[in-house]
């Protein structure tokens, strides 16, 4: 976790971000606070009101209150059920021969089967389906070649590296000259509207740094292996053009979505970070986490900042398509507050548990495959963290279509334990016995120009 501030006052605390630039990673209360953009010299104010809030004090006290997350739809049982749809109408033409290639994933069929997709590389970002479906990234801008794999200057990067690119304020779709490891130095801050695109070549960000979406929205990331992040900070990042501040010790997540919103995760293969492989806290939502290869971890990904947080009730996350794989402990993932869709995913490992929760998440898990570890005592795909049972049987935790093997179960809860509910349930999930085609692709891609990826 991230270096600590709980001996200090609100009022010094904003002082030390205004003084340097930049709040970086802090933790209270046993809550999770990562980096923080100033602009201009002064903090941002959804900064001050996370901060207060994650302090324990109520809105009143710290003289604000909640501003409605951005991107957060009112009804995502609905977007639920269009995922459902989409993937049901992608097995059908795939059963009536209409695409050769089609493996019924109705995000790589959209795109994958095109030869030309190099000339068409903007193409990706209309493929999106649930929470994270509007992220377009960088889709309206120009390209974006990195030819340079170093990362020597946080604060001045050189063009043609990662760095300048994410950097920039206008809309980007960045891709690489040729394969590379970069090793950042400290965090890659995005700005809103990028696409990191790593199709066509083998690019890895590893053994240093990895990347942060902070107070940003519209991001793509794409074909990337992540790997060995490491907790870095303790200095000047630039986070723009025309801003830089000081960054305390970050995490070492993978991937860092703090306040974000329209996120897309896709096709990468994350593994052996300090941290997280994908954390998204801080009223971050509309995400899509889909086409993954998640292996050799314990806490794969955190989705809610704290169980106090209550901004995070807007939180909404798709976990699609993607494959938790060897070395995974537990994690996969682990909630709170919010709506999680998780769907056609295979689950070949975890030592603990797959999908843990706390504070009364929303957990819909459609047509899963869930494989059991040996051990006995490891079989619950779920667990309700440090919670009575009198508390969490409440709470809306379903499953339908999936897949238990091994002595794998689902324990339901709430509206999902009921009898009633998979006959009002308005759309029956796509059979998890299609999850080895749906996942077949998961994680980064071997694709070469002029032919199907």
Not at 38 to 61: D, E, H, M, Q
Request: glycine fraction near 10%.
């Amino acid at each position: 976790m991230a270096k600590c501030f709980n001996g200090l006052p609100l009022f010094t605390l904003s002082l030390i971000v205004l003084l340097a630039g930049g709040l970086g990673s802090t933790c209270a209360s046993g809550g999770k606070i990562s980096t923080a953009r100033t602009i201009n010299g002064t903090a941002s104010s959804s900064l001050t009101k996370a901060v207060a809030a994650i302090r324990g004090r109520s809105p009143s006290s710290a003289s604000f209150e909640l501003e409605p997350v951005i991107g957060a739809v009112d009804d995502p049982e609905i977007i639920a059920i269009e995922v459902q749809k989409a993937i049901n109408a992608t097995a059908a033409r795939r059963n009536l021969g209409f695409l050769s290639c089609s493996t019924g994933n109705p995000i790589d069929d959209c795109w994958r089967c095109d030869p030309n997709w190099h000339l068409n590389r903007t193409r990706l970002a209309d493929c999106g389906i649930g929470f994270g479906r509007n992220a377009i990234g960088g889709r309206d801008g120009r390209f974006y070649v990195v030819s340079d794999p170093s990362d020597d200057d946080a604060v001045t990067p050189r063009p043609g590296t990662l760095r300048h690119a994410v950097i920039q304020t206008e809309p980007l779709w960045i891709v690489f000259k040729r394969d590379m490891v970069i090793k950042l130095k400290q965090e890659l801050i995005m700005n809103s509207f990028k696409t990191i695109d790593g199709r066509g070549v083998n690019v890895h960000i590893a053994n240093g740094a990895c990347i942060t979406a902070q107070f940003v929205t519209n991001i793509i990331i794409h074909g990337l292996n992540i790997h060995d992040c490491k907790p870095t900070g303790n200095a000047m990042v630039r986070s723009s053009p025309s801003h830089y501040g000081w960054r305390t010790m970050a995490d070492g997540d993978g991937v860092s979505i703090f306040g974000a919103s329209h996120i897309w995760v896709d096709h990468c293969s994350l593994s052996s970070c300090a941290d997280g492989l994908i954390d998204a806290i801080i009223g971050s939502t509309a995400i899509t986490i889909s086409n993954n290869y998640f292996t050799h971890h314990n806490e794969v990904m955190l989705l809610g900042h704290s169980d106090s947080y209550d901004r995070d009730k807007a939180m909404q996350v798709t976990i699609a398509f993607n494959h938790f794989g060897e070395g995974l402990i537990q994690r996969m993932p682990r909630c709170r507050h919010g709506y999680f869709h998780v769907v056609n995913n295979d689950y070949t490992h975890w030592e603990m548990y797959a999908i843990g929760g706390s504070a009364e998440p929303t957990i819909n898990s459609q047509g899963n495959r869930y494989l059991a570890p040996a051990n006995p005592f490891a079989k619950e795909v779920t667990k309700r963290v440090v919670t009575d049972q009198k508390i969490w049987k409440g709470w809306n935790w379903r499953s339908e279509g999936d897949l238990l093997l091994n002595g794998a179960y689902f324990t339901p809860s709430g509206a999902g334990a009921s009898a009633s509910y998979s006959r009002a349930s308005s759309l029956g999930a796509k059979s998890s016995s299609m999850v080895a085609s749906i996942t077949s692709g998961a994680g980064v891609l071997s694709c070469r120009k002029g032919a199907q990826c």
